[in-house]
């Protein structure tokens, strides 16, 4: 019994310290200045609709590019988050603990998914870690980028900036 309530514990743990951490790890006020954290089962892209939707999955344990990853999808959310991009970042630690330090420095705005099971990252048939699935303002998923290498960054915001240029489709 008690070997199941740890995990519990720990990810409620998480999502506490994700909720009163700022960027830069600083405490911050209230629950608007944080996205809420989400299960796989409540996030729906649809509701997104309208809005250039990045999905980053990414692990906090045993990913050597993910923390470079982390700290890009941030500055692409404070670079162009006002603009109509939405970054929703999906972690897939086993281990809510392994997730909690790359968690704190994900930008306020950017909505986080935590999904152990890895039902979002079967579901998109994850190739490595991290991975980008980019989708323009009317949902079709028009970029995929597997893994973080110092020359992708560039096209990703390449892709990103393109895709907020062009105009939603009724």
Same mark, same amino acid.
């Given at each position: 019994?008690?070997?199941? #309530?740890?995990? =519990?514990?720990?990810?409620?743990?998480?999502?506490? !310290?994700?909720? %009163? @951490?700022?960027?830069?790890?600083?405490?911050?006020?209230?629950?608007?200045?944080?996205?809420?954290?989400?299960?796989?089962?409540?996030?729906?892209?649809?509701?997104?609709?309208?809005?250039?939707?990045?999905?980053?999955?990414?692990?906090?344990?045993?990913?050597?590019?993910?923390?470079?990853?982390?700290?890009?999808?941030?500055?692409?959310?404070?670079?162009?988050?006002?603009?109509?991009?939405? #970054?929703?970042? =999906?972690?897939?630690?086993?281990?809510?603990?392994? !997730?909690?330090? %790359? @968690?704190?420095?994900?930008?306020?705005?950017?909505?986080?998914?935590?999904?152990?099971?890895?039902?979002?990252?079967?579901?998109?048939?994850?190739?490595?870690?991290?991975?980008?699935?980019?989708?323009?303002?009317?949902?079709?998923?028009?970029?995929?980028?597997?893994?973080?290498?110092?020359?992708?960054?560039?096209?990703?915001?390449?892709?990103?900036?393109?895709?907020?240029?062009?105009?939603?489709?009724?």
């Amino acid at each position: 019994m008690i070997r199941k #309530i740890i995990p =519990v514990l720990l990810l409620i743990g998480l999502m506490a !310290a994700v909720a %009163l @951490a700022g960027p830069e790890g600083s405490v911050r006020g209230g629950s608007r200045d944080r996205a809420p954290v989400l299960s796989p089962k409540d996030f729906n892209l649809k509701r997104l609709e309208g809005k250039v939707v990045l999905i980053g999955f990414w692990q906090g344990i045993d990913c050597k590019p993910c923390e470079a990853y982390i700290l890009w999808l941030t500055q692409m959310q404070a670079d162009h988050g006002e603009d109509g991009l939405v #970054i929703v970042a =999906v972690n897939q630690d086993r281990d809510s603990a392994g !997730a909690s330090d %790359l @968690a704190n420095k994900i930008h306020p705005r950017t909505q986080i998914i935590l999904d152990p099971t890895g039902r979002m990252g079967s579901d998109y048939q994850l190739e490595g870690m991290p991975s980008t699935y980019l989708y323009d303002r009317n949902l079709n998923m028009k970029y995929k980028f597997v893994s973080f290498v110092p020359e992708e960054p560039d096209s990703l915001e390449t892709a990103i900036v393109d895709l907020l240029k062009q105009e939603y489709k009724d």
